[in-house]
T-cell receptor
Framework: DSGVTQTPKHLITATGQRVTLRCSPR?????VYWYQQSLDQGLQFLIQ???????AKGNILERFSAQQFPDLHSELNLSSLELGDSALYFC??????????????FGPGTRLTVL | GQSLEQPSEVTAVEGAIVQINCTYQ??????LSWYQQHDGGAPTFLSY????GLEETGRFSSFLSRSDSYGYLLLQELQMKDSASYFC?????????????FGTGTRLLVSP
């Protein structure tokens, strides 16, 4: 157990719909990262938040948005869903102390199926 | 941009040694990480190299050559539980120091 929690574990929805994925980082971690993993693919970095502010952006679609709240939990919003959005969505957290490397701890993921 | 190359699949037998290679191209490099992911599971951190050379952690070792933009993960005394996907990831020198760019992963199959 990494200490990172994600809800829901599974989500099945239809094309055109909007969903929200939720992530709670490990206690003390200020950074939250979102990744998308499609079938047999690597992890695609979507976005990073640090202490409530957006820090880095990857190949995140305009239909997707995220935020980090004052209690440090984060939500990833996916709208106008398409079949190709079906994937595993992982959240990770790290403590991030300056330039030193901090390993990222991954949550169990949310499996999104768009029908 | 960044790109990483890894073999898609490697097979080995229990007790053997296997090396998973990773070559990368990046505009700004801080270090190379390795993560393990079992089917249906979350990635878990294995190792990180910021400087050239070998880092050893139990049965796993990781090597980096920054001049060659190359690294590898070495798994010794293979066990069945080592069957998993292994991802190398470049720590990118972007606006966020901890941004990781992952390779597509190497599936390791360990047989008895």
């Amino acid at each position: 157990d990494s200490g990172v929690t994600q809800t829901p574990k599974h989500l099945i929805t239809a094309t055109g719909q909007r969903v929200t994925l939720r992530c709670s980082p490990r206690s003390g971690d200020l950074s939250v990262y979102w990744y998308q993993q499609s079938l047999d693919q690597g992890l695609q970095f979507l976005i990073q938040y640090y202490n409530g502010e957006e820090r880095a952006k990857g190949n995140i679609l305009e239909r997707f948005s995220a935020q980090q709240f004052p209690d440090l939990h984060s939500e990833l919003n996916l709208s106008s869903l398409e079949l190709g959005d079906s994937a595993l969505y992982f959240c990770a957290s790290s403590v991030e102390r300056g330039r030193a490397y901090n390993e990222q701890f991954f949550g169990p993921g949310t499996r999104l199926t768009v029908l | 941009g960044q790109s990483l190359e890894q073999p898609s699949e490697v097979t080995a037998v229990e007790g053997a040694i296997v090396q998973i290679n990773c070559t990368y191209q990046t505009s700004g490099f801080y270090g190379l990480s390795w993560y393990q992911q079992h089917d249906g599971g979350a990635p878990t951190f294995l190792s990180y190299n910021a400087l050239d050379g070998l880092e050893e952690t139990g049965r796993f070792s990781s090597f980096l050559s920054r001049s060659d933009s190359y690294g590898y993960l070495l798994l010794q005394e293979l066990q069945m539980k080592d069957s998993a996907s292994y991802f190398c990831a470049v720590r990118d020198r972007g606006t966020g120091f901890q941004k990781l760019v992952f390779g597509t992963g190497t599936r390791l199959l360990v047989s008895p």
